[in-house]
C-alpha cells in the first residue's frame, strides 16, 4: 500500500525559508510523478511544484517560480520543496501527491491527476 508521509512545515517569518519532505513507501516501479499542492481556507488547491522521477523533469506554478525547488533522493524514496524568500500568500497547507500512470508534462499541476496523497503539513509565514 502505497503511503506518503510530509514533513517540514512550521512558522516562518516573511522572507524565510523552510524545506519539506514527502517520504514515499510501498510502492513498485521507481518511475512516478510525484507533485506538492496547497490549500489556504477558502480556496481551492493549487499545485506547486512537480517531478518526474523517470528523468528528473520538474514543473512550477507561476508564483513560485525562483524561489521553490523540487528535488528527488531515490535512495530515501524521498521528495523534497525547498522553500526560499517565503511570503504570507504562501501561508497554506501543504501535500504532497504521487500517481505512476502519469509521466508529468502539463498535467504534472493538476491535482485529479494523482491518486495518492499525503496528510499534509502546515506553513505559515508572517509578516
Known amino acids: 500500500q502505497v503511503q506518503l508521509v510530509e514533513s517540514g512545515g512550521g512558522s516562518v517569518q516573511a522572507g524565510g525559508s523552510l524545506r519539506l519532505s514527502c517520504a514515499a513507501s510501498?510502492?513498485?516501479?521507481?518511475?512516478?510523478?510525484l507533485g506538492w499542492f496547497r490549500q489556504a481556507p477558502g480556496k481551492e488547491r493549487e499545485g506547486v511544484a512537480a517531478i518526474y522521477t523517470g528523468g528528473g523533469s520538474t514543473y512550477y506554478a507561476d508564483s513560485v517560480k525562483g524561489r521553490f525547488t523540487i528535488s528527488q533522493d531515490n535512495a530515501k524514496s524521498t521528495t523534497y520543496l525547498q522553500m526560499n524568500s517565503l511570503k504570507p500568500e504562501d501561508t497554506a497547507m501543504y501535500y504532497c501527491a504521487a500517481d505512476w500512470g502519469m509521466y508529468g508534462g502539463s498535467y504534472a499541476l493538476r491535482a485529479k491527476e494523482y491518486n495518492y496523497w499525503g496528510q499534509g503539513t502546515q506553513v505559515t509565514v508572517s509578516s
Open positions: 510501498g510502492y513498485t516501479y521507481s518511475s512516478y510523478c
